[in-house]
């Protein structure tokens, strides 16, 4: 009884969270407005999060808030808050492509729906190796530790060009 009603509980937690990770994504295509875009976006995270905790990758969905939410994304909300509001490209609410993200949209639902109709074929059940934190940090430390130097070294050259950008923006000004 129990196992069904926490069965039953996980599969609407999954809808849940993808609703709303798929309106965030949404939400980031049709948003004109950096910082509501921005805001979409760490939603849009934070619902992968749950998606990955559900999903039993505990330590990845903690990796996802932690560091794509409370590092990158303060970063970006950083760099936005710099930005000019009165440049005409921010103030309109909506986006250009307004029109064709709804289209596409809709054509995703229908064919999510169509492929819940069919009913896709059960994945084979394949038993599952455990991968914990001491297997994830000797793959990290072996072959990834370049690639996460290289992302930390292009960010802070990002905040400096921002920074460059707005004093030169300021300067040519007055």
């Not at 999510?112 to 994945?123: I, N, Q």
Request: glycine letters at 8%; charged letters at 10%.
């Amino acid at each position: 009884m129990i196992d069904t009603l926490l069965a039953g509980l996980d599969e609407l937690l999954m809808l849940v969270f993808a609703a709303g990770a798929l309106a965030g994504a949404a939400l980031m295509i049709v948003l004109r407005e950096p910082m509501r875009v921005a805001t979409a976006l760490i939603s849009t995270m934070v619902f992968l999060g749950g998606i990955y905790g559900l999903l039993g990758v505990h330590f990845i969905a903690a990796f996802q808030v932690l560091i794509y939410v409370g590092a990158v994304m303060v970063f970006m909300v950083y760099v936005i808050m710099m930005l000019d509001p009165r440049d005409p490209a921010i103030q309109s609410r909506f986006s250009a492509m307004l029109v064709p993200a709804v289209i596409g949209f809709v054509i995703l639902i229908f064919v999510l729906v169509g492929a819940a109709w069919t009913g896709a074929p059960a994945a084979p059940a394949v038993a599952r190796e455990t991968f914990g934190l001491q297997q994830f940090a000797v793959a990290f430390l072996r072959e990834y530790w370049l690639h996460f130097e290289l992302t930390s070294v292009l960010l802070v050259a990002a905040i400096v060009a921002a920074v460059a950008v707005v004093k030169l923006h300021r300067r040519h000004r007055g």
